[in-house]
């Protein structure tokens, strides 16, 4: 099983600044299946990026994933209100489909 | 609109048995491989199990193997999951979510509201 470690564990940003979210795998993830979510507490997760960099449906372009092998980013260029959030990770393999723990971006 | 409905959550005591359900709606389901994740109070996601569009094929996390059964019925756009030999450990929200892609594993494009199952003595 493909162990994906999200870091930090929470993110105190502004309004405005930018973030960077890190996902690091265990093994070496096809770029083809790694996915970011947003979840809000008390709702389902949304999805943000798929296939490592490409934005899903409706997703502002202040959203932007990259990254390839173990290491993928989430970055979100300039805050807004609505993205203080948890983010999390997710890959499919041929061990199967596993999520990162989660990253906070809190209002600091 | 594109919509997933779970239901069938609920309180039951620890070795007792579960069956829940996700309604489809907007899409055309049969060409679409489904899942269940589940979400412990204050955790992390936690995949539980998929399937394939025409059912033929299931998948399950080794944490749920031999205790739960997912199942789809094409024909009403519903997706079930049997849970049996429940555990505490098993407590979370369930959620439904459907694969962005068609007829293949991936990411989650749409996802359902969750329905909450309580096991406890």
């Known amino acids: 099983e493909i162990v994906l470690t999200q870091s930090p564990g929470t993110l105190s940003l502004s309004p405005g600044e930018r973030a960077t979210l890190s996902c690091r795998a265990s093994q070496s993830v096809s770029s083809s299946y790694l996915a970011w979510y947003q979840q809000k507490p008390g709702q389902a997760p949304r999805l943000l990026i798929y296939?490592?960099?490409s934005r899903a449906t409706g997703i502002p372009d202040r959203f932007s994933g990259s990254g390839s092998g173990t290491d993928f980013t989430l970055t979100i260029s300039s805050l807004e209100p609505e993205d203080f959030a948890v983010y999390h990770c997710?890959?499919?393999?041929?061990?199967?489909?596993?999520f990162g723990g989660g990253t906070k971006v809190e209002i600091k | 609109e594109v919509q997933l409905v779970e239901s069938g959550g609920g309180l039951v005591q620890p070795g007792g048995s579960l069956r829940l359900s996700c309604a489809a709606s907007?899409?055309?389901?049969?060409?679409?491989?489904m899942s269940w994740v589940r979400q412990a109070p204050g955790k992390g996601l936690e995949w539980v199990s998929g399937?394939?569009?025409?059912?033929?094929?299931?998948y399950y996390a080794d944490s749920v193997k031999g205790r739960l059964t997912i199942s789809r019925d094409n024909s009403k756009n519903m997706m079930h999951l049997q849970m049996s030999s429940l555990r505490v450990e098993d407590t979370a929200v369930y959620y439904c979510?459907?694969?962005?892609?068609?007829?293949?594993?991936?990411?989650?494009?749409?996802w359902g509201q969750g329905t909450m199952v309580t096991v406890s003595s």
């Open positions: 979510a459907k694969f962005e892609a068609a007829d293949t594993l991936g990411a989650f494009d749409i």
């Open positions: 296939g490592a960099s």
């Open positions: 907007g899409f055309t389901f049969s060409r679409y491989a």
């Open positions: 399937i394939s569009g025409s059912g033929g094929s299931t």
């Open positions: 997710q890959q499919y393999g041929t061990s199967g489909l596993t």
